[in-house]
């Protein structure tokens, strides 16, 4: 049975409940606003990072703001580790699946995608974004990537799904984010934040909190923004 969520129940107030949502709206426009900025900086530039990095805090500031959010058990699918009566391959086994899904799923679709001539021209303004500039600026677009991961799963999979109370959380906060990904106007991502929402969404509800959903996007990261652009020059 999945841990209990103290933020998803009848308990939240309805005075509470609706200063919440003023403040995910609020956060919504300024996320929506910044993101259209990043969105149109020029691949390799600094003021793509700069924009990235003030996303990433406004998530961060906009999810903390709203309220408190439960860490929950880290183990990916809420697994305890030290289970009793449980064989170590049935504790391994799910995290283990869902950490390769979260890696290998943005890479084998930018692979396949690659070969389909009227889709490729959506992937490579992602994979030019992330394969562009000097080293020590891919290095840099890496970990302010994963920081905006983070901040991503800290509002749409901590304080979104929290305002969802019990009325299909998952799939509320997975519309959230995939609405606000219109902006950027590249249907891949859009397609790509409704699977990640789902696997996110799911490890929050299994674990109780955000940690196992940030542990799945810093995942989904290191396979976009790091294996996906070699993968593609290789052999797409």
């Not at 929506?32 to 600094?46: C, K, N, Q």
């Not at 990916?76 to 049935?90: C, H, M, Q, T, Y």
């Not at 390769?100 to 389909?116: D, E, K």
Request: charge should be positive; glycine fraction near 12%.
């Amino acid at each position: 049975m999945p841990p209990t969520d103290p933020l998803v129940s009848h308990g939240s107030g309805a005075r509470r409940h609706g200063r919440r949502t003023g403040i995910l709206l609020v956060t919504l426009a300024l996320g929506a606003f910044v993101l259209g900025r990043a969105i149109r900086a020029t691949p390799g530039e600094p003021a793509f990072l700069g924009w990235t990095a003030l996303l990433a805090c406004v998530w961060a500031v906009g999810a903390r703001w709203a309220g408190p959010l439960p860490a929950g058990r880290l183990g990916l699918a809420g697994v305890s580790w030290r289970r009793a009566g449980r064989s170590p391959s049935s504790v391994l086994l799910p995290p283990v699946g869902v950490a390769f899904v979260a890696v290998a799923l943005p890479v084998a679709s930018g692979l396949l995608l690659a070969r389909i001539p009227p889709l490729r021209a959506w992937l490579e303004p992602l994979v030019d974004q992330a394969g562009t500039g000097s080293p020590s600026f891919r290095v840099a677009l890496v970990l302010v990537t994963l920081l905006a991961g983070i901040g991503e799963e800290l509002f749409f999979r901590g304080a979104v799904y929290a305002a969802a109370l019990d009325r299909h959380p998952v799939v509320v906060s997975t519309a959230v984010h995939a609405l606000v990904t219109l902006i950027a106007g590249n249907p891949l991502l859009v397609v790509a934040a409704l699977a990640l929402g789902v696997l996110a969404g799911g490890q929050r509800r299994l674990s109780g909190g955000v940690g196992a959903p940030i542990l799945v996007h810093l995942l989904w990261s290191v396979g976009m923004v790091v294996l996906l652009p070699p993968a593609v020059a290789a052999w797409g």
